[in-house]
């Protein structure tokens, strides 16, 4: 069942690819999963954007995928160093380099660098704590009629257990926060689905 339910997804990660994916399953990088993907590809194919903003690179999986799956011209943001290295490498070895931007830098403090832009697609993946800041930062250079695709919104399904640790609580109390600021953000409609970690659609009223 899971190897059917899988194949229906009909995700074909070349094998480059599959080499992140270990990587990060070894290295415990929060990269997004099948399901996920699969959601973000079909995003893509209906939309068909022509610039994308990632907020969160890691090691470059999910804008590789990007990447493969579209034209689009990619401007992807992060601040970890190792990450950066593993990204730039990622991307080279890909061949999409070309058209994709590394951004280094805490995501809240390089708005700068991309004022001027407009991305018809935004994705937002990086620390839940900001997720509010990120979202009321970069909405301003999203096209009149673009998409802001939020990721981890069931945050593991924490939301609906007791967390003990404080610090987690503290972040599982950021997504419920942050949930709620979308389906009562006045200019944007949100649609919140619980595929892979709970991922949101948000766009202009
Ligand atoms: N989008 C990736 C996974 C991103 S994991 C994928 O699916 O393949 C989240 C990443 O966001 C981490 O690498 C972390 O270092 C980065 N990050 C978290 N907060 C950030 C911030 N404020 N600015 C830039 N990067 C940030
Ligand atoms: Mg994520």
Do not use: W
């Not at 997804?9 to 399953?25: D, S, T, V």
């Not at 070309?98 to 995501?107: S, V, W």
């Not at 404080?166 to 689905?193: A, C, M, P, S, W």
Request: aromatic fraction near 10%.
């Amino acid at each position: 069942k899971d190897i059917y339910q899988h194949n229906l997804l009909n995700i074909n990660y070349n094998g480059y690819l599959l080499k992140m994916k270990e990587y990060a399953e070894t290295n415990d990088v929060p990269i997004m999963q099948d399901e996920g993907i699969a959601f973000l590809i079909m995003l893509l194919k209906v939309k068909r954007p022509k610039r994308i903003l990632e907020i969160g690179s890691a090691i470059g999986f999910s804008s590789s995928v990007m990447a493969l799956n579209s034209d689009a011209l990619i401007d992807t943001m992060e601040r970890d160093l190792k990450m950066i290295s593993e990204c730039k490498k990622n991307h080279e070895a890909l061949g999409i380099s070309n058209r994709i931007q590394l951004i280094e830098g805490d995501a809240l403090e390089t708005f700068e660098k991309v004022k001027d832009n407009k991305y018809d697609f935004i994705f937002i993946d990086a620390a839940k704590a900001q997720y509010i800041n990120f979202f009321e930062m970069y909405k301003t250079v999203l096209t009149e009629d673009g998409i802001i695709l939020s990721d981890n919104l069931y945050f593991h399904d924490l939301l609906f257990e007791e967390v003990n640790n404080r610090d987690l609580r503290q972040l599982v109390r950021k997504v419920g926060k942050y949930n709620d600021f979308l389906i009562n953000h006045q200019e944007f409609e949100t649609h919140i689905f619980k595929i892979g970690d709970g991922v949101g659609v948000s766009t202009r009223k």
